[in-house]
């Protein structure tokens, strides 16, 4: 793969997005459009500079920015790839230019039986890719799991995403405040980048939330993210839940960071009980949630990289100080072998062995 520089004009990629551009910049070095992202706060307004020289734009308002390619799939929900390809096969498909939903609310998500009930709606009516489902079979889950998990694949084009809310609207759902929907240009759709999505659950198994494992992310960090539709029209921030996952009625605990790798261990360690936190600095509601499990025994089996990544060892440092120290219950450390990374890694290896 070459990788020459190919110049995608950032306003026929805003026309290509159907976004109003201020007519009389248009024969300007800096053209003003609508910004499709915060709505301007207000319509009529333009506060998204295109400039024409760098092919970049950039929002005064909410912030956002970034090049054609980017534009374009934030706009239309794709992955970069496919913005990228699609921009490249070029087309003359220009929808009309419409005002942004000026709507714009930092609505918090609703309470927790009804959030489940939306995705739960919503898992039922989605799929999971063979190329989603074989990932998960190589961290050691079984077909039976995963099914019963209900892990599903991001609908990957925009289409496939308003037909979805549509589908979740005829059956009754109320997408407002349910983090990762939107509107765009008044329609319901769902946002987020493309990858499988990870249902967070609470030790009823009701869903707080969702993770998406993501396709197009080399950097290992940031391979996960929550659902979420924050700063979006008629959006909603996602928090970070706790997830419980296998036996609730053990009394020993397992605490571990992100929910996949909760999911994984538990099932290679006979369902054995795991209290999974959302990121390293994502505590809240964690010694409630122990709490109400009334645990006995809690056993820390964070990633093993802590002794190198300061990050993680802080972040160990600030769960030992919230729930190290919990009356009834006794507190102690998963120790293996450094080889294997996580604890679900080294559960993999040993059934594998
Ligand atoms: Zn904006």
Known sequence: MGRDYKKIPIVDTAHRCGL???PRTLTRGEVEASCPFCGDHGAGKYHLFLNTSTDQYRCVLCGAQGNSVTLYARVMGLSNREAFQELEEGGNVYPMPKQPDSQYTEAAPRKLSERSEVYSTMLDLLTLSDRHKE??????????RIEQNQYRSMPE???????LADLLRSCGCDLSGIPGFRTRYG????AGPSGFLIPVRNKEGLIQGLKIRLDDEADPERKY?????????????????IHVTGDTASRRA???EGPLKGDVASFLDNDALFVCIGGVNALHGLKETVLNL?????VEAM????????????????IRKEVGHLPNSKYSKYVWSPAYKGVDDYYHARAAA
């Open 157 to 163: 084009t925009e289409k496939g995403r308003r037909l």
């Open 187 to 190: 329609e319901w759709t769902l």
């Open 303 to 318: 990633d093993m990289d802590q002794t190198t990544n300061p990050h993680v060892r802080n972040a160990i440092l600030a």
């Open 225 to 241: 993210r929550w659902l979420s539709s924050r700063d979006m029209p008629n959006g909603t921030r996602s928090y970070s839940w």
């Open 20 to 22: 109003v551009l201020n």
């Open 135 to 144: 990932n998960l079979i190589g961290r050691g889950l079984s077909e039976e």
């Open 254 to 256: 397992y605490l571990t």
């Open 294 to 298: 009334g645990v006995t025994e809690l």
